[in-house]
């Protein structure tokens, strides 16, 4: 089977998460697939910045090594394995590795695009719940996948520890 590598940020601010309505009929955060030439990193700030406008920053999900040389990237909070039947760039099935980061706005400026695509600041309450996110052509409401909500979860709780780790520190957020 084919398959593409593809990056997905989580990007989250006071308790909340960003989702939009995409154009296969479910709510998803920002992301895409790696490019030629393209490191993860790269390719997660360039989709969510293409995709919600926002720039951001990448919420450590696990320590770094001790050594200096090789640098290292960031890693995934999270390597998923996404079955797709086709998408904008192959129409038949494969599947997605996708590498799914954590992420915050580097300012306070949290506007989202509006628009067809439906972005949502979603409460971490919200998801918790499970309720379900009315889509922008006015449908009916649906259910966040499991998979999105657990994820925007913990992405939330990463950024709430950063967001402390940063005024412990004495470091501006």
């Not at 790696?34 to 910045?49: S, W």
């Not at 506007?111 to 919200?126: T, Y």
């Not at 499991?146 to 709780?157: K, P, Q």
């Amino acid at each position: 089977m084919e398959r593409h590598f593809t990056v997905t940020g989580f990007v989250s601010t006071d308790g909340r998460t960003a989702l939009h309505w995409h154009r296969f009929g479910m709510w998803l955060p920002p992301g895409g697939h790696i490019e030629a030439n393209e490191d993860p990193i790269e390719a997660v700030l360039r989709e969510v910045h293409e995709e919600s406008a926002l720039d951001v920053e990448i919420l450590p999900t696990a320590p770094a090594f001790a050594y200096r040389t090789p640098p290292q990237l960031p890693a995934p909070a999270v390597i998923g394995v996404y079955d797709i039947e086709r998408d904008g760039s192959y129409a038949g099935p494969h599947q997605h590795i996708d590498l799914v980061y954590f992420t915050r706005p580097r300012t306070s400026n949290t506007v989202l695009p509006a628009g067809a695509e439906g972005w949502l600041w979603v409460a971490e309450a919200d998801l918790r719940e499970g309720v379900p996110l009315t889509p922008p052509d006015g449908g009916d409401p649906v259910r966040v996948a499991d998979d999105v909500r657990e994820l925007g979860i913990a992405a939330i709780a990463a950024e709430r520890a950063a967001a402390v780790d940063s005024l412990d520190s004495g470091r501006p957020r």
